[in-house]
């Protein structure tokens, strides 16, 4: 199996453009979730789901929209891109909520 | 709240000689505990947990890590580096018990560099 893919790897915006991230597992693991890595913070979690239809704010979710309508499938949606959100992307995924996340290979997105 | 600390941003060792990686963690209650490890340009890969029972966990490519629950710490270990041990090291928590939070904590990282 794949594990956890994300496309696309690399990604550049102008300043109020929307996209979306895309994120897939096919371990069918209920939860998933969406962090960003910026250099010196660590990974901050920006949305998760625990399951299909439910989704919850993490910690720094502004900006930022999710939906989970399958198991497999876990978007991000930038809704008007700004220079902050300059960062790497990680989906993960896990069997239940407490236990090893999977993650993907990142998306590196830059918003000038 | 949960917070995780990795109060070292780097740590250089020499090929051969003992590693560890610092990680104190603030959390309601029990915790579950984590050591991920991060190569340039990849994702994060899973080494080691702490949930429940021994406090020493022993994890992928010969590392382990002990739960200290008086000193609130999960330091990382591994008895001989390898230069292929040079990553980016994340420790990360999560409270046990609270059905309605599932969000995992992660510290800002260490960066091992093991010379040769």
């Known amino acids: 199996n794949a594990g956890v893919t994300q496309t696309p790897k690399f990604q550049v915006l102008k300043t109020g453009q929307s996209m979306t991230l895309q994120c897939a597992q096919d371990?069918?693991?209920?939860?998933m979730s969406w962090y960003r890595q910026d250099p010196g913070m660590g990974l901050r979690l920006i949305h998760y789901?625990?399951?299909?239809?439910?989704?919850d704010q993490g910690e720094v979710p502004n900006g930022y929209n999710v939906s989970r309508s399958t198991t497999e499938d876990f978007p991000l949606r930038l809704l008007s891109a700004a220079p902050s959100q300059t960062s790497v992307y990680f989906c993960?995924?896990?069997?239940?909520?407490?236990?090893?996340?999977?993650f993907g290979p990142g998306t590196r997105l830059t918003v000038t | 709240a949960q917070s995780v600390a990795q109060p070292e941003d780097q740590v250089n060792v020499a090929e051969g000689n003992p590693l560890t990686v610092k990680c104190t963690y603030s959390v309601s209650g029990n915790p579950y505990l984590f050591w991920y490890v991060q190569y340039p340009n990849r994702g994060l890969q899973f080494l080691l947990k702490y949930i429940t029972g021994d406090n020493l966990v022993k994890g992928s490519y010969g590392f382990e890590a002990e739960f200290n629950k008086s000193q609130t710490s999960f330091h990382l270990k591994k008895p001989s580096a390898l230069v292929s041990d040079s990553a980016l090291y994340f420790c990360?928590?999560?409270?046990?018990?609270?059905?309605?939070?599932?969000?995992?904590?992660f510290g800002a990282g260490t960066t091992v560099t093991v010379r040769a």
């Open positions: 789901s625990v399951g299909a239809g439910i989704t």
């Open positions: 990360a928590v999560r409270a046990i018990g609270f059905s309605n939070d599932y969000k995992l904590s």
């Open positions: 993960a995924s896990s069997t239940q909520a407490g236990y090893e996340q999977y």
């Open positions: 371990m069918n693991h209920e939860y």
